[in-house]
């Protein structure tokens, strides 16, 4: 059974810090595109981060270039996103999503909040 698990949110003062994980199980991160999302309230899911299957190619958001890096562990099968100066606009709830061909995968969500 196919199954992506984030980890990692939560609430987060301005200028920290979070590492938000995505457990996957039924099939192998390397092989797939592996990418995060969020949605905010009241707004459209967006596109955060990508890394492709081969090579490791990583693309980013402009509003998160510089602060955000996203990596896998293949021997973990996990794909992560390291989230550094973290501004208020970075509040939304964020999404693990795997795809290759005509399959794809999304996880449950997880919520970061960044307020003072």
């Known amino acids: 059974q196919v199954q992506l698990v984030e980890s990692g949110g939560g609430l987060v003062q301005p200028g920290g810090s979070l590492r938000l994980s995505c457990a996957a199980s039924?099939?192998?991160?390397?092989?797939?595109?592996m990418r995060w999302y969020r949605q905010a309230p009241g707004k459209e899911r967006e596109l955060v981060a990508g890394?492709?299957?081969?090579?490791?190619?990583?693309t980013y958001a402009d509003s998160v270039k510089g602060r955000f890096y996203i990596y896998r562990d293949n021997a973990k099968n996990t794909v992560s996103l390291q989230m550094n100066s973290l501004k208020p606009e970075d509040t939304a709830v964020y999404y693990c999503?795997?795809?290759?061909?005509?399959?794809?995968?999304w996880g449950q969500g997880t919520q970061v909040t960044v307020s003072s």
């Open positions: 039924g099939f192998t991160v390397s092989t797939y595109a």
């Open positions: 890394i492709s299957s081969a090579g490791g190619v990583r």
């Open positions: 999503n795997a795809i290759r061909d005509r399959d794809e995968y």
